[in-house]
């Protein structure tokens, strides 16, 4: 990790903004009160708020759960929760994982899922570099994309006690057990356990003998 003055040198070749494709809710544009997606689980929504009374809307602290058995339909005139068996083709599609840092586009820069006193400029070919922010301004803003004094401006969306489901099939590790694994058919997810004591490799997303046994909680 490199520290905050170093990577000033760096930002002077490289035109950096924060990242457009942050996995975090958006009240860009909305009126007060508005329901928007939870963009890492379908049956979920926040509703935006003027918190701090200047009339900038930011998302709700927590989520808001649906009633069983619904999503969260974004593409109705008022955003609400239906029916799952009357929800079209795809419904639960286009999700990310709040606990991946997302380096898309080179100069971008985006926080460290899991410590606010970090985050990560973008390079190419997706590869990164991660910055410590200064002591005197020790948290990173996701939003601007700077670090200062304020802790209630960091990134909150990750959980590693979570497992997230992005895509059909996907295999997602159990954080509690690495002999268990998650296999994912949005909105829901099945749990399985590896045979023969195996443990379930995160990388290539099967059990194995060898594997290392990686638990998050």
Request: glycine share 4%; aromatic share 8%.
């Amino acid at each position: 990790m490199v520290t905050y003055t170093q990577a000033v040198l760096l930002f002077v070749a490289l035109a950096v903004s924060p990242s457009a494709q942050l996995c975090a809710p958006d009240c860009t544009g909305v009126d007060p009160l508005t329901k928007v997606r939870d963009p890492s689980d379908c049956t979920k929504y926040y509703v935006c708020v003027d918190a701090s009374g200047t009339g900038e809307l930011v998302p709700s602290v927590e989520p808001v759960d649906c009633p069983d058995d619904h999503y969260f339909n974004e593409q109705h005139t008022t955003p609400r929760c239906d029916p799952i068996d009357s929800a079209p083709s795809g419904f639960c599609s286009d999700l990310c994982n709040p606990c991946l840092a997302d380096c898309t586009h080179p100069g971008e820069v985006t926080p460290d899922p899991s410590n606010c006193s970090s985050y990560f400029v973008c390079l190419d070919s997706g590869h990164t570099l991660a910055v410590e922010c200064p002591e005197s301004a020790p948290f990173f803003d996701f939003l601007t994309g700077n670090c200062q004094t304020d802790s209630t401006l960091c990134y909150h969306y990750c959980d590693t006690c979570v497992p997230h489901c992005t895509q059909q099939n996907e295999r997602v590790a159990d954080p509690y057990d690495c002999h268990k694994f998650y296999l994912c058919t949005p909105p829901t997810m099945s749990s399985f356990l590896c045979p023969h004591s195996q443990v379930f490799n995160r990388e290539t997303g099967v059990c194995e003998d060898n594997a290392v046994c990686i638990t998050d909680c």
